[in-house]
């Protein structure tokens, strides 16, 4: 059933292909191939980073926001216990220290407003810049010049494509999209620096996506209201009722946005109000998203070669760069808590949803690559891009 439903998928993705471009110009087959993927990429990206906003739309839409307001605080107060039970409730102590010791709250609160979105933005346009120009390299042009088939439209049984009266197959680290018979080109990498660019995107995509999709579902089912609104009585929300606590005699969290401003936006904008979940607090999505440019980040550099001996500069340099991404969750991880904005649990759950994230797509990969290898059937090989 999967094979019947990927054949037919790829089947259909072609004929678009030929519909568009037509079926006697495979050099404009394969642009409109790009571009499609481009398109349906960009469009799953976005769709995925407005998760946020997309379960704020849900509540408001299919609840009542004095009942979607008592379970996020009935799920605080249950964070609150859990925390203090295991000694992890330092929050308030933590942002009292580092009030009267620091301060300088308004670039903190920058920091949580707009570095969280424009680093993952940066990180998810370079890999995917990075497919393409991989991609745009590998498309045999010469061959397409030289008069290799064009792709047709399918035919109603869905029979495969021929491959050219004149096709050699080649090696799969030549080409991907001439694929040898009876193999594919995730089979047999061992590692993620053997896997091309394009495969690389796929695997990071998968795991950011992934991950992003289970924290709105935590967003969805699990409302949790953050510290920094506990002790607030007077915070409105665009419908004119409040989001706060008022439990002032028990908490006393300082809603350092509220109180210092950002250089990017405020919480009374009306825009925030409207578009922003006020208790999308677990998982912490700013975690996931600050660990996975992490990890990807660290994939990418890869180990240093074995050719560099330790006393070497590009030694260090390559080690340096390879892990001093390692501080970039780190310190938005003590940003999202001591601006009261995530509890503890909150940035620990979302450690916990990327590495499920992460686990699955590998074991997915994992199947994938022993399946295809182990396979006999005969792949029929493309120009197109996919």
């Known amino acids: 059933m999967k094979r019947r439903f990927s054949f037919v998928f790829r089947q259909l993705k072609r004929k678009i292909v030929v519909g568009i471009a037509g079926d006697s110009n495979p050099q404009r087959q394969a642009i409109v191939s790009l571009l499609l993927l481009a398109l349906t990429e960009l469009a799953l990206l976005t769709l995925t980073f407005c998760t946020n906003f997309l379960s704020a739309y849900i509540h408001n839409t299919l609840e009542v926001f004095h009942d979607f307001r008592l379970r996020a605080l009935s799920n605080a107060q249950s964070i609150v216990s859990f925390e203090r039970a295991t000694g992890l409730f330092f929050e308030q102590p933590l942002q009292r220290w580092h009030d009267t010791s620091f301060g300088g709250w308004r670039f903190w609160n920058t920091y949580y407003a707009g570095v969280h979105p424009v680093v993952t933005v940066l990180f998810l346009v370079f890999i995917l810049v990075r497919m393409f120009a991989w991609k745009l390299t590998r498309v045999n042009w010469k061959r397409m010049n030289e008069g290799a088939a064009p792709l047709s439209s399918p035919s109603p049984s869905l029979s ?102 950002s250089l990017l936006w405020d919480w009374n904008d009306e825009s925030v109000k409207t578009l922003n979940n006020p208790y999308a607090a677990f998982p912490s999505q700013h975690t996931i998203f600050a660990a996975w440019c992490a990890i990807a980040w660290i994939k990418l550099i890869g180990p240093a070669s074995p050719s560099l001996r330790p006393t070497s500069s590009r030694f260090w340099l390559r080690g340096l760069l390879r892990w001093v991404i390692v501080l970039y969750p780190m310190v938005t991880i003590y940003c999202i808590i001591i601006t009261a904005n995530h509890y503890v649990s909150d940035a620990l759950g979302g450690l916990v949803v990327l590495a499920i994230s992460y686990g699955v797509v590998h074991l997915y990969y994992a199947f994938r690559s022993h399946h295809f290898f182990f396979s006999k059937r005969v792949l029929s090989p493309s120009i197109l891009p996919y």
């Not at 680290?173 to 590692?191: C, K, L, M, N, Q």
């Not at 660019?197 to 795991?207: E, M």
């Not at 967003?219 to 409105?236: G, H, I, N, S």
């Open 160 to 261: 495969p494509i021929a491959a050219p009266a004149d096709y050699i197959p080649l090696a799969a680290s030549d080409s991907p999209y001439y694929a040898p018979e009876g193999t594919s080109a995730v089979a047999g990498r061992s590692s993620f620096g053997e896997l091309t660019p394009a495969q690389q995107y796929r695997f990071l995509r998968a795991v950011w996506v992934l991950s992003a999709w289970l924290a709105f579902f935590g967003f969805l089912f699990v409302p949790t209201m953050p510290p920094r609104l506990l002790p607030v009585c007077d915070f409105l929300n665009a419908l004119g009722a409040n989001v706060g606590a008022c439990l002032t005699t028990e908490f006393s969290f300082i809603d350092t946005i509220g109180a210092h401003g």
